[in-house]
């Protein structure tokens, strides 16, 4: 500025073409410098605003700031170093709360599945792997479920089917017994409880019918009863049910 001043005070002694010169050189070096004064005042500006913006962990803030700042001066590495930062932060946040929101799910899931309320289960596990296709853990947990499922549908079956034989044979007892045919209800009574033992109808039947059996009927009843057990006993033996099998050999020895 000082030599601006001094080249102008000559310029207006002597107006000459080369002092006319440096003063346009210097009046544009001085433009020159406070544009660039101004520059580097907006960039820092911008930097405080944006560094502020990322001690508060606002990272699209900060990150739309160091974009303007690198915008304002493109020289410096700084911004573009910070925007780079910022972006493997938010991918690491952004894994962290995908891990959170999947392992709620997964809970939610396994406690359903303990409680066997298996096709809301099922449903969880499927919304799991709409986060993580290929985690095996859901995929074995849905197949497990299914398995239950089939076992628990086929042992309802089983004891449904064992119901309805149970029913008939005590429907086909007490027509006997009200027939007085008391040997034949007592034998249809018996193959009741070999059906489902303990059952206290025909339990409570046979007790009555006891004292209206003569002494042969009774061992007529034993031996069939006998026979019924070892026979059924026998079948289940064959189709290596073996735990009936004992259970039904166990009660042919009490007879």
Do not use: C
Not at 150 to 179: G, V
Not at 212 to 236: G, H, M, V
């Amino acid at each position: 500025q000082n030599a601006l001043d001094q080249y102008k005070l000559a310029y207006a002694k002597r107006p000459e073409t080369s002092t006319s010169e440096q003063i346009a050189k210097i009046e544009s070096i001085l433009l020159d410098l406070d544009a660039a004064k101004a520059l580097k005042e907006q960039y820092d500006n911008k930097i405080a605003e944006a560094d502020a913006a990322f001690k508060d962990e606002n990272w699209s803030v900060a990150k739309a700031l160091y974009e303007e700042a690198g915008s304002i001066d493109n020289s410096k590495t700084y911004p573009q170093e910070k925007i780079d930062e910022i972006d493997r932060l938010m991918q690491s946040e952004s894994l962290a709360e995908e891990q959170r929101i999947y392992q709620k799910i997964i809970d939610k899931a396994d406690g359903l599945r303990d409680a066997e309320s298996y096709d809301e289960a099922i449903t969880y596990y499927k919304k799991a792997l709409g986060f993580r296709e290929n985690d095996p853990y859901p995929k074995a947990e849905i197949e497990k479920i299914e398995t239950l499922k089939a076992e628990a549908a086929a042992k309802e079956a089983a004891a449904a089917k064992l119901q309805e034989e149970y029913d008939a044979i005590i429907a086909k007892a007490d027509a006997l017994y009200d027939t007085k045919d008391w040997s034949n209800a007592a034998e249809q009574y018996q193959e009741a409880l070999t059906l489902i033992p303990g059952g206290q109808h025909p339990t409570e039947r046979l007790a009555e019918l006891e004292g209206k059996l003569s002494a042969a009927d009774k061992q007529k009843q034993l031996d069939q009863q006998y026979t019924a057990l070892l026979d059924k006993a026998d079948a289940e033996f064959d189709n290596e049910d073996y735990e009936a099998a004992i259970s039904h050999y166990k009660e042919a020895l009490t007879i």
